[in-house]
DNA sequence: GTCTATATTAGGATAGAC
DNA sequence: GTCTATCCTAATATAGAC
């Protein structure tokens, strides 16, 4: 799972599938999946379009595998914190977290599935696997607007398209190693759409 | 500037250059720029690819026209915020309500906008736009703070691109006709970027 | 404003040798 | 695990008639 340490390239490259995967997801990230030509792979690992399908059934089956590793990973995300919480605002506290943890530690696979539009029907699967994410965490957000720990004059299924566009717009910029933790995103998240912005809290 | 309404198709469709942008700009949306042909383009509006042709120089300057207009009229609208008001904090809901305003106004062009990735010169400056624009918001986050009306136990940085992640995120569901306003998005998004969801404001 | 026909290049993918 | 050579399709774009 972790390739891109471990080039030990001598001579002729010599990739495993990982790598290859690796390599692959990431040039889908910096220029687009369609814009990318699997030409553009075999170039970018200074091999052949041969030498890649030795590895990969297709271009196709890179972006599944990837699209199925973040999903999984928020799923997991999802499960986790419905299962370590009883009370709806700890769930939500502890599902923002998971998943800005799993955008940290899975940026390029996250950053894929999030620009998928629905182009084939490994797109449209994943796509449908999303929504049903959101209406869980949508369910979330409304048990907590019921339990009264969260203000109720906003749609439930707004408010939590918003506090996942903040989330999700992490993969614009968040890159790891740089100055901001993930926990720290997503302390300062959780700050945020729980407390606002407008003055300091322990203010005046 | 407003073409769909208008087919008027009798016989052979006859189309302008408006309603050829128009069509394209939602084709590129749905399906992605890069996934889109012109032939797909072709097919959709009833006509040849030659056709298309005698519109547009190429499928570039379908491109270039809608994402100068994306960012005309976020710059505008980020010009009239400062032009209005003299403090950060009136500046910064301005800005944000002019965001989701243009948003909701020319919501395939900046909806195009926002996933370009920067793939050849065009995409490039539009991507540099975008980012002196996003350096003038975070300017105004930061004086914000300085001014005491935002707290500032959160990089004025991280918490502008928070902001843009929410406004942003609405290209993803916000649909014109349906049942929110863009008047009302901007105050949820406003609400939850300064007051936070934590329970009501004025219970207790 | 649209058509048919076509030039030209790039795309994904395979065969079979080393 | 990689190579050369190749297939076939689809891509952007143009020429010139109606």
């Not at 990969?56 to 928020?74: F, P």
């Not at 949508?138 to 907590?144: E, F, K, L, N, W």
């Not at 759409?193 to 203010?203: I, W």
Request: glycine share 8%.
């Amino acid at each position: 799972m972790d390739a891109t340490q471990t080039p030990a390239r001598r001579g002729r490259p010599g990739y495993d599938r990982d790598q290859v995967l690796t390599v692959a997801v990431q040039l889908f990230n910096d220029q687009g999946y369609d814009a990318t030509s699997v030409a553009d792979l075999a170039a970018k690992l200074g091999v052949t379009k041969s030498a890649l399908y030795h590895h990969v059934d297709s271009k196709e089956s890179i972006l599944q595998t990837a699209l199925d590793d973040a999903l999984s990973s928020l799923e997991g995300a999802l499960d986790d914190a419905v299962h370590e919480h009883d009370d709806a605002i700890g769930r939500l506290r502890q599902v923002v977290r998971g998943a800005v943890g799993v955008l940290a530690q899975k940026l390029p696979q996250v950053t894929l599935l999030l620009r998928v539009r629905g182009n084939s029907e490994i797109e449209r699967a994943a796509l449908e696997r999303r929504r049903a994410f959101d209406h869980r965490v949508t369910a979330i957000v409304r048990d907590a607007q019921s339990e009264g720990a969260l203000a109720d004059d906003i749609d439930a299924a707004v408010a939590t398209r918003l506090i996942f566009g903040m989330v999700n717009s992490l993969t614009e910029w968040y890159r790891p190693g740089g100055p901001v933790t993930p926990d720290r995103l997503a302390d300062d998240v959780l700050r945020i759409a729980l407390d606002g912005l407008d003055r300091v809290p322990e203010g005046a």
